[in-house]
Structure formats: structure tokens, C-alpha cells
């Protein structure tokens, strides 16, 4: 079935140095990859988004990578701050969805030690 | 600025009770979602609402029923609560479809005893 799976479930990273959080999709026929933010206490935040036919974008200190040979996503940080901390999910629209369909990932939580 | 409100933080319901979440969107939006969210499952789509009056399915419906009556309003509605509905649930809208761009609201903890 549709999956999107984190290869770790925390982590951990000195205030400062740059932290990348890992995905890995199974659906091939995607149109969007999205990365959500959630503090706690708050509902997830829109980050950052890449279409299926890009393999790189960046925003303000957030960079995304789609690797499509091998189903993988990764959210780049860069110069992590304490206000990064929070649950990192990764996201995949299907086409098969008609773009309504969100498929997310179990999510990473993100610390940030000062 | 853009905002999804629930009507609730915090509920605590007893089983078989009929359980009403209300959430608000003040950005015209025509999509409307409800997840349902637990530790080590991420989000998972309960149902979603595409225009008023409309409803669709997500990949969760079971004991769950919805009604959007009004553009800015939807309501997820418990029939009978249970036990293990017991979890965060989060409204979001969007503009376009699949969520991209989506905005969340703060989520409603519910408690079923």
C-alpha cells in the first residue's frame, strides 16, 4: 500500500550546525512532496513544497531534495536554531488522489541542543 | 492573517456519548480536512469537504460523520464516542487541492472514558 515511512524517529543536533531529516515514499505517481512543521501545542505548519518534476528547492534556510530513482525526500536545515525544535513530517500528494489525498509520514522529532 | 479555529482544546466525553468538533476557516477556503492524529501514525484523513454540502471519504470514516453546511464551517461528528477515538484531531483548509498550502488549527485532544 501508499506508505511514507522516516528513517529515524529523533533527532538530535547542536544549536548552530545543520540538521536533515530523511523520508522514503512508495508511491511513484506523485504530483507534490510537502515537509510540515508541528510545535507543540500547535497544529503542523506548511514549510516547503517540490514537485515531482524538480529535485531541488529552497526557501529561508530550508532546503528539500526529491530523489525519484530511489523514493527518497530529505528537508535540509540549515545554521539550527532552538525554535527549530519540533515534529518534522513529510508529506506525498498522489495523483490517484485527484490532489485531495494527503499521505503523511510518521514524522521525526527534531531537537535542538544548545 | 490566515486562521483554522477549533472550537475546542480539550474534550473529555464518555463512551457512547455523540461528540460534535466544530471548526471555523476565515479564508474563503473550499477545502476543508479532518485528520485524526496518534503517536507513531502520523496524520491520517478522516474526511474532507471539498464544497459546501459536499463530503467525501477519507482513509479512516468508520464512526465518524461530517457536515458542511457553510463554506467556513465543518463539523466532525462522532456518533456514538468510543474508546479508541480517543486522540488529536486537527481541522485544515486549503485552497488547492491536496492540501498544499494547507492550514491547521490548533487541534482538539479528545478523551473517550
Known amino acids: 500500500g501508499e506508505s511514507v515511512g522516516l528513517h529515524l524517529p529523533t533527532l538530535s543536533v547542536q544549536e548552530g550546525d545543520n540538521s536533515i531529516i530523511n523520508c522514503a515514499y512508495s508511491?511513484?505517481?506523485?504530483?507534490?512532496f510537502i515537509w510540515y512543521k508541528q510545535e507543540s501545542g500547535k497544529g503542523p505548519q506548511f514549510i516547503i513544497d517540490?514537485?515531482?518534476?524538480?529535485d531541488k528547492r529552497q526557501g529561508q534556510r530550508v532546503t528539500v531534495l526529491l530523489n525519484k530513482t530511489v523514493k527518497h525526500l530529505s528537508l535540509q536545515i540549515a545554521a539550527t536554531q532552538p525554535g527549530d525544535s519540533a515534529v518534522y513530517f513529510c508529506?506525498?500528494?498522489?495523483?490517484?488522489?485527484?490532489?485531495?489525498?494527503?499521505?503523511f509520514g510518521a514524522g521525526t522529532r527534531l531537537f535542538v541542543k544548545a | 492573517d490566515v486562521k483554522v479555529t477549533q472550537s475546542s482544546r480539550y474534550l473529555v466525553k464518555r463512551t457512547g456519548e455523540k461528540v460534535f468538533l466544530e471548526c471555523v476557516q476565515d479564508?474563503?477556503?473550499?477545502?476543508m480536512f479532518w485528520y485524526r492524529q496518534d503517536p507513531g501514525l502520523g496524520l491520517r484523513l478522516i474526511y474532507f469537504?471539498?464544497?459546501?454540502?459536499?463530503?467525501e471519504k477519507g482513509d479512516i470514516p468508520e464512526g465518524y460523520s461530517v457536515s458542511r453546511e457553510k463554506k467556513e464551517r465543518f463539523s466532525l461528528i462522532l456518533e456514538s464516542a468510543s474508546t479508541n477515538q480517543t486522540s488529536m484531531y486537527l481541522c485544515?483548509?486549503?485552497?488547492?487541492?491536496?492540501?498544499?498550502?494547507?492550514?491547521f488549527g490548533q487541534g482538539t485532544r479528545l478523551t473517550v472514558v
Open positions: 485544515a483548509s486549503s485552497q488547492d487541492r491536496g492540501g498544499t498550502e494547507a492550514f
Open positions: 508511491n511513484s505517481a506523485s504530483d507534490y
Open positions: 517540490i514537485r515531482s518534476n524538480m
Open positions: 508529506a506525498e500528494i498522489p495523483n490517484s488522489s485527484g490532489g485531495f489525498k494527503t499521505i
Open positions: 479564508m474563503d477556503h473550499e477545502n
Open positions: 469537504s471539498y464544497d459546501v454540502k459536499m463530503k
